[in-house]
């Protein structure tokens, strides 16, 4: 499945929107990304890590919306785009774009 996801910091409170499509293997591989690099190449999150490589312990996990792996990726993220409108993740949040 494709997706839009929320990754909350359980320590801080803040969230992260993320969104994965059939290019990355959908929300599996892009889940699979965080858990090999505990960021899953994501700057602000990289730096929580760098910091205490055992910060991951405070990232839950959330599906927000899911969609068919071949759902268009320019539709994926415009989802993405509206649930950080939303939860106001670039502002208070670890979202950075």
């Not at 312990?57 to 415009?78: A, G, T, W, Y």
Request: hydrophobic share 30%; net charge positive.
């Amino acid at each position: 499945m494709a997706g839009v996801y929320l990754i909350t910091d359980t320590n801080t409170g803040k969230h992260y929107v993320g969104s994965a499509s059939g290019e990355q293997g959908g929300i599996w591989g892009r889940w699979s990304e965080y858990a090999r690099t505990k960021h899953g190449g994501n700057k602000r999150l990289r730096a929580l890590i760098t910091a205490d490589d055992d910060y991951c312990r405070h990232f839950q996990f959330s599906i927000l919306e899911v969609f068919p792996i071949k759902r268009d990726r320019h539709e994926v993220l415009e989802y993405e785009q509206l649930y950080k409108r939303k939860l106001r993740t670039i502002e208070f949040g670890w979202n950075d774009n």
